[in-house]
């Protein structure tokens, strides 16, 4: 069954670093998603991804974070600069065509800002 | 704007009974589909179950179905004779239909089954 694939599964690092989560959504689903999820919290959505453009971003997606979609397959979480509060599991999600599919989540990144 | 309510913070149950986890949503968007995810404590968001609502049937996964009352707003979660493996947390969430589709999710209700 297909499934959406994340890297790494952890990550450290330190504040004011940069740092890049990588996805691969399942092949033919055509909106992309991130959302995070700080220890014990629920989970937040943070930006859609559609046709190659930002759909919706929330209000923590601030000018530290980027998405791209460099190569077809790879779906990319950027943070410039990272602070203490970035640290949170961040998912990746994607959906096929139809409004009424499931979105699929990959498994995870655990980010933790030292 | 949109909202899920999960009240339950913790739940404990007896192995092998029924357990109704709550979930309330607010909306006034007349479509709208309606989620259940379990997140176990290796952490990934494993789908459990969907609700559409336009579905005139409750939907049912195996052990799991989801007792949806639309007139109350409320998607409460059962499963069915309850097992070990079913300890986790456990995640309501409504997607915005029309637009990017994104997932509102509530609190989560964490789940202890006790053998």
């Known amino acids: 069954e297909p499934e959406v694939t994340q890297t790494p599964s952890h990550q450290v690092t330190q504040m004011g670093q940069e740092v890049i989560l990588r996805c691969v959504p399942i092949?033919?689903?055509?909106?992309f998603y991130w959302y995070r999820q700080i220890l014990g919290q629920k989970v937040e959505f943070l930006v859609s991804?559609?046709?190659?453009?930002?759909?919706?971003k929330s209000e923590i997606f601030d000018d530290q974070f980027s998405v791209e979609r460099p190569d077809g397959s790879n779906f990319t979480l950027k943070i410039r600069s990272t602070k203490l509060e970035d640290s949170a599991m961040y998912f990746c999600?994607?959906?096929?065509?139809?409004?009424?599919?499931?979105?699929?989540f990959g498994p995870g990144t655990r980010l933790l800002v030292l | 704007a949109q909202k899920i309510t999960q009240t339950q913070p913790g739940m404990f149950v007896q192995e092998k009974e029924a357990v109704t986890l709550d979930c309330t949503y607010d909306?006034?968007?007349?479509?709208?589909?309606l989620f259940w995810y379990k997140q176990p404590s290796s952490g990934e968001m494993i789908f459990l179950i969907y609700?559409?609502?336009?579905?005139?049937q409750n939907a049912t996964e195996g052990r799991y179905s989801l007792n949806f009352q639309k007139a109350r707003k409320s998607a409460n979660l059962v499963i069915s004779a309850s097992q070990l493996g079913d300890s986790a947390m456990y995640f309501c969430?409504?997607?915005?239909?029309?637009?990017?589709?994104?997932?509102?999710f509530g609190t989560g209700t964490r789940l202890t089954i006790i053998p």
């Open positions: 991804f559609y046709n190659n453009e930002i759909s919706e």
């Open positions: 092949s033919n689903h055509l909106y």
């Open positions: 999600a994607s959906v096929g065509e139809a409004a009424q599919e499931t979105q699929y």
């Open positions: 969430a409504m997607r915005e239909v029309g637009g990017n589709e994104k997932l509102t």
């Open positions: 909306t006034s968007d007349p479509s709208y589909g």
């Open positions: 609700q559409g609502s336009y579905d005139q």
